[in-house]
């Protein structure tokens, strides 16, 4: 009896002993739940109740110059998302089934999501209402609501598809702009995103009587841009004529811009590529054999594609950039535009022992005056008169053109010039600069050139927006042009346009001239490189030049059609059409 008194004791004092230890191993326990892992719990279950949906931000719409005309827009589609943790362990399955046979998805990626221990997975964005209307009336004949959730969202369109292509540029799947206007504007044109949230409790019920907390979308700003769409199409539908006639393998880009306000009235690249299907590569020979090419091969050739070359790519100007060179020589009082006899073309001119020819060496010009050089575009002319201005003084001038930093034209990924620096410039390199080769410039910033000389000799800053306006008041606010220093004044600006007016009417820009009018202008080529055998063929000119109101640049890159590269036989008659359709549709009067 005594013995077994003491093993019920034994007994007690043993369960007493386990009953601590496992008091002491819960407090423990509980004690590194609540203090050390309190965070980590607290989210999870916060993952659990609260969930909370984002409501894009519809875009702000893109406009042309008139404000009417819709470039870029955000139209309304729906997103698919679910709630993992709300929706039932027997339902993930066929609820994943469901989603992927609808949205046209991989099953197993589709119930990986479902299946995750997170509050919220996307499933499909930007879907068409009728595939979402599909879901819904499976939902009500399932009678399943938890968990699963549609939502409005928008889709970025451009209901002109490839115009403006390379100025307007696109969005990623996640509505950011990744290129054009629409990156270099993203933030104003984002806005501010909604929201859905709500607390739920472990059955997916709403907890309380608040419901969902709806906070609404702010949508993002609009732009209006200079672009007038009509001249954007003119423009395009001769370029696009000009390359394929005359085969340019590296195609073109031709630039009208207004000399009074900076306004790029139209801008294109070609070739063009569709906004609304970016990643669709443009060249036939590439869409042959585009599943062969590796990842980087195929990002490069997209980079290229939406490159705008017109900002982007540098190029050497050739003989147009002789008007450079004109202008500082008027300016600087070492020539007048009529001075007859006053150069001498003997088919070339020897600078520091290496004899630089004319185009022309095989029939000298002779005696001219430098209205004479500027129509024949003879080298030695111009040669003669860097030499006279001397590389400091022809420095400046290319500083206050603004050849020596970018235009800041509002567009993304503008280059810049290259040119040797100024004290490694020697008289033979100043000789070349003179009549425009051996170094390069952009588009944007030769069009930005003969701006200013059309605008007085006041120089203006390019932009592609001139207003943003309020989507919902309506209120637009106008952004200034930006006028920088006076490079030339009024008087030599007169007379550099009244010798581009003479290029056009009797010189190498005949093809460029529009009946009834005063055209100004000037022709170049150049070779694109060292000994490629490649050649630039461009026209730079102003209209009307008795009060200019365009000027345009046609740039097209190895032209190998049978009309050759030269500039006059090959770019003028380009910027010619261009000039007389725009001339009649802005109904500027007849001149002459």
């Known amino acids: 009896m005594l013995v077994s008194n003491l093993d019920s004791k034994k007994r007690i004092v043993i369960i007493l002993f386990v009953v601590n230890i496992i008091w002491i191993i819960l407090c423990i326990r509980v004690g590194i739940i609540q203090l050390a892992q309190g965070d980590k719990w607290k989210e999870k279950s916060q993952k659990q109740q609260y969930v909370s949906r984002s409501i894009t931000a519809g875009r702000g719409t893109i406009y042309d110059s008139s404000g009417e005309i819709i470039l870029a827009k955000s139209s309304t589609v729906q997103t698919v998302t679910v709630n993992p943790v709300n929706i039932a362990k027997e339902n993930k399955e066929k609820v994943a089934r469901i989603l992927s046979e609808i949205f046209e998805l991989d099953y197993e990626k589709v119930f990986k999501k479902v299946s995750k221990i997170s509050s919220i997975e996307t499933i499909a964005k930007r879907v068409d209402k009728e595939k979402t209307d599909k879901l819904r009336i499976w939902m009500e004949e399932n009678n399943l609501y938890t968990g699963i ?55 997916g019920n709403i907890i309380g009587d608040g419901g969902e907390n709806y906070e609404e979308s702010i949508q993002g700003e609009n732009l209006i841009l200079t672009i007038d ?40 690249t070609y070739p063009y590529y569709d906004l609304n299907n970016p990643y669709k590569i443009n060249k036939s020979e590439l869409q042959d054999v585009w599943s062969e090419l590796d990842s980087s091969q195929k990002t490069l050739s997209l980079q290229a594609m939406w490159r705008n070359k017109a900002v982007a790519d540098t190029y050497e100007p050739g003989s147009t950039f002789k008007l450079v060179t004109a202008s500082a020589a008027l300016e600087e009082k070492i020539a007048t535009p009529d001075q007859s006899g006053a150069f001498c073309c ?14 022309r060496y095989y029939r000298p010009h002779g005696s001219q005056s430098l209205r004479n050089g500027l129509m024949n575009s003879c080298n030695p002319v111009f040669i003669g008169l860097g030499q006279k201005l001397g590389v400091s003084k022809y420095y400046e001038y290319l500083k206050k053109f603004g050849f020596l930093e970018k235009t800041g034209i509002d567009l993304i990924g503008e280059g810049g010039s290259i040119f040797l620096k100024e004290e490694r410039v020697g008289p033979v390199e100043l000789a070349t600069i003179s009549f425009g080769q051996r170094f390069e410039v952009t588009p944007i910033q030769m069009i930005t050139m003969v701006s200013a000389i059309a605008n007085n000799g006041k120089y203006v800053k390019p932009r592609v927006v001139r207003a943003t306006q309020n989507p919902l008041t309506g209120e637009v606010k106008e952004i200034e042009p930006v006028y920088k220093n006076q490079v030339i004044s009024e008087k030599t600006a007169k007379d550099v346009l009244s010798m581009m007016t003479s290029v056009v009417s009797e010189g190498t820009g005949k093809n460029a001239r529009v009946q009834g009018y005063n055209v100004g202008g000037k022709t170049g080529t150049s070779e694109d490189g060292v000994n490629t055998g490649k050649y630039v063929t461009s026209f730079i000119g102003v209209a009307p030049t008795d009060d200019p109101e365009v000027c345009i640049l046609v740039t097209l890159y190895n032209p190998t059609g049978e009309a050759g590269h030269q500039g006059g036989t090959v770019a003028a008659p380009v910027a010619g059409k261009i000039l007389n359709e725009v001339i009649n549709y802005l109904e500027i009067e007849a001149t002459n």
């Open 149 to 203: 959730n549609i939502d409005e969202d928008t889709k970025r369109y451009y209901p002109y598809s490839t115009l403006a292509s390379h100025i307007i540029g696109f969005v990623g799947s996640d509505n950011q702009g990744l290129d054009g206007i629409e990156a270099k504007y993203n933030e104003l044109l984002t806005g501010t995103n909604g929201s859905i949230s709500k607390m739920l409790d472990a059955k």
């Open 229 to 268: 769409m009509n001249i954007q199409a003119i423009v395009e539908k001769y370029l696009e004529d000009a390359c394929i006639e005359n085969v340019c393998t590296d195609g073109g880009n031709v630039i009208v811009m207004d000399p009074r306000n900076g306004d790029i009235l139209a801008m294109a």
């Open 346 to 359: 003997t088919g070339g001119i020897e600078i520091a022992g290496v004899r630089i020819k004319c185009w």
